[in-house]
């Protein structure tokens, strides 16, 4: 008789959980409205949504590769299942067209469609609920003057029960902080502005973070490096890889144009990242590496002596390494002669020639995927206009060489030992289970009516 009311006891207990969990997932839907008139919206107010789309990067995840912009069905690869992006042109059937600026204001700030769906991390809430309510009317207002298109994404590819949407009133429950960004008293204006952009629409830590099983970002970790689309993002904080540290200045320049002489050209999803900030005034941009550098800290007197004696080798003749042939360090030197040496020891400067290995982060970075995502992809050309180039060797070389060649540029360029997992990584993006986005230096998800070409 007790276990029966035990299990009666427990099975009412597990229903008043279910309801309570299902009144706090549920959401209703926002009556969707007659797409706006472009007339309704004030020049200046979408201009403004220009300039904070492109803080914003959406359109790299909201255009699929060679189409239209905004109109969704780029593919998002989670180690969960594939993800395609949502269409969020004005177009009123498979669009945002009918959508309030109620029901967008609600999709940033709480990651929940107008019909009442739970949205997936994938698009990040869990930083656009820092935006201000001015500046998702703007956004609103630039995304409902966009040429409609009509255009609906495959569906998701994910597993139970994580195609279910009220699981991820769960996720929110454990991993969402839900509210609008709040100025550190402390810190200065341009601070404070830069953290609202780096950690906002900017959404940096969703790259730069590194994320626990359950895809949220890792508590305590902010901006220590993450992984996005087959690249590893760098530490932006004290452990970053870069043998020169970084300084505003430094910083500005990087995001302003694409490379810096210190550190090299973008490429990977940052290419994409400095081609829309090209579009932001450099307030803005000054104001982001303001932030970052902060977060990095002044560099350790070791660290900057370290960073001095670089600058020294880079000015003297670079002599090539010497080491029996039938070693990995020997085989290396005889392919970097060959295949890097004319680009990356020449006397062409960046942005147009190699940049002198001593200096480079994916040299010294902890691990060898973005150096085999270069040595095997390249770097491709932007279209329609002088760029940073460098060829891809997938074809040319094989995994073994790969392997030596990383193994000697480790050992002479970054004076550290060759990483361990060279020729498996190698493998396995090649064979597409790192699914490796390839840009060029500028960034290439741009669709042909790009952000701001109506609107400058």
């Not at 952009?197 to 970790?221: D, Q």
């Not at 104001?287 to 902060?294: C, H, S």
């Not at 699914?435 to 790009?450: A, C, H, L």
């Amino acid at each position: 008789m007790r276990l029966k009311h035990f299990l009666f006891g427990l099975l009412g207990v597990v229903i008043v959980a279910c309801a309570g969990f299902f009144a706090i997932a549920w959401k209703s839907a926002i009556t969707p409205i007659r797409p706006p008139d472009r007339a309704s919206f004030d020049q200046a107010l979408i201009h403004k949504g220009a300039m904070l789309a492109a803080v914003g990067n959406c359109t790299a995840c909201h255009t699929q590769p060679g189409g239209r912009s905004f109109a969704g069905s780029f593919a998002l690869p989670t180690p969960f299942g594939t993800i395609y992006s949502s269409n969020i042109t004005p177009d009123p059937e498979t669009g945002i067209g009918t959508w309030s600026e109620a029901a967008f204001n609600r999709a940033m700030r709480e990651g929940v469609s107008r019909d009442g769906k739970h949205l997936y991390p994938a698009f990040p809430f869990d930083h656009f609920t820092l935006v201000s309510d001015e500046d998702n009317k703007a956004l609103y207002a630039f995304l409902m003057t966009r040429p409609p298109v009509k255009q609906s994404p495959p569906a998701n590819e994910l597993p139970f029960p994580l195609n279910i949407r009220l699981v991820l009133a769960g996720w929110k429950l454990l991993f969402f902080d839900e509210g609008p960004f709040q100025n550190v008293a402390s810190e200065s204006e341009e601070w404070n502005r830069g953290a609202y952009l780096v950690n906002g629409l900017g959404h940096c830590g969703a790259c730069h973070t590194p994320r626990n099983m359950f895809g949220a970002e890792r508590s305590g970790m902010h901006l220590a490096g993450g992984q996005a689309e087959g690249w590893s993002a760098p530490a932006l904080n004290p452990s970053s890889p870069a043998p020169i540290p970084w300084t505003q200045d430094s910083l500005f320049s990087y995001l302003r144009q694409g490379w810096h002489a210190d550190h090299g050209v973008t490429n990977g999803p940052m290419g994409e990242v400095t081609g829309n900030l090209g579009l932001l005034p450099d307030s803005d941009v000054k104001t982001i590496a303001t932030y970052v550098a902060a977060l990095m800290g002044t560099p350790s007197p070791e660290r900057q002596q370290r960073g001095e004696q670089i600058r020294k080798k880079i000015g003297e003749d670079f002599v090539l390494a010497s080491a029996p042939t039938d070693t990995p360090a020997g085989r290396g030197a005889a392919i970097y002669q060959a295949a890097c040496a004319t680009c990356h020891d020449g006397s062409r400067p960046l942005p147009f020639g190699g940049i002198n290995f001593h200096l480079s982060s994916t040299i010294n970075a902890p691990d060898a995927q973005n150096a085999i995502n270069m040595v095997l992809f390249g770097l491709p050309a932007a279209s329609g206009r002088q760029s940073a180039i460098m060829p891809g060797f997938a074809a040319a070389m094989t995994d073994e060489q790969l392997t030596d060649l990383l193994a000697y540029l480790r050992e002479t360029f970054a004076g550290q030992p060759a990483w361990p997992d060279v020729a498996a990584r190698a493998a396995d993006t090649r064979s597409g289970k790192f699914q490796v986005s390839v840009r060029p230096s500028d960034g290439i998800e741009r669709g042909p009516d790009n952000i701001g070409a109506q609107d400058q």
